[in-house]
């Protein structure tokens, strides 16, 4: 079983940053597909960025520029860093691991935009 946590939301306001963390523990080796989804109110979730491999990422075209995916493998952790956040970034950002064909979420951390 893999348990996966997500910390670091908050209120910001625009133009400010915010940095999210997520862990996974558990009964696992090594996780390389981890990464970052949110989702609004009235809309489905979206994938924000992810690590595709070790090393390779991929990131929703809005947030390119902006947001920066990083790891620390030997924590099986992963983070955002959001800079220039808008109020359109606002959103229950959900941590995903994808681990021996299963996914893993995270309970959520509220990320809210707003002056």
């Known amino acids: 079983q893999v348990q996966v946590v997500e910390s670091g939301g908050g209120l910001v306001q625009p133009g400010g940053s915010l940095r999210l963390s997520c862990s996974a523990s558990?009964?696992?080796?090594?996780?390389?597909?981890m990464g970052w989804y949110r989702q609004a109110p009235g809309k489905e979730r979206e994938l924000v960025a992810r690590f595709t491999s070790r090393s390779a990422t991929n990131y929703k075209d809005s947030v390119k520029g902006r947001f920066t995916i990083s790891r620390d493998n030997a924590k099986n952790t992963v983070y955002l860093q959001m800079n220039s956040l808008k109020p359109e970034d606002t959103a229950v950002y959900y941590c995903?691991?994808?681990?021996?064909?299963?996914?893993?979420w995270g309970k959520g951390t509220l990320v809210t935009v707003s002056s």
């Open positions: 558990g009964s696992i080796f090594d996780i390389n597909i």
């Open positions: 995903n691991a994808f681990y021996l064909s299963q996914n893993y």
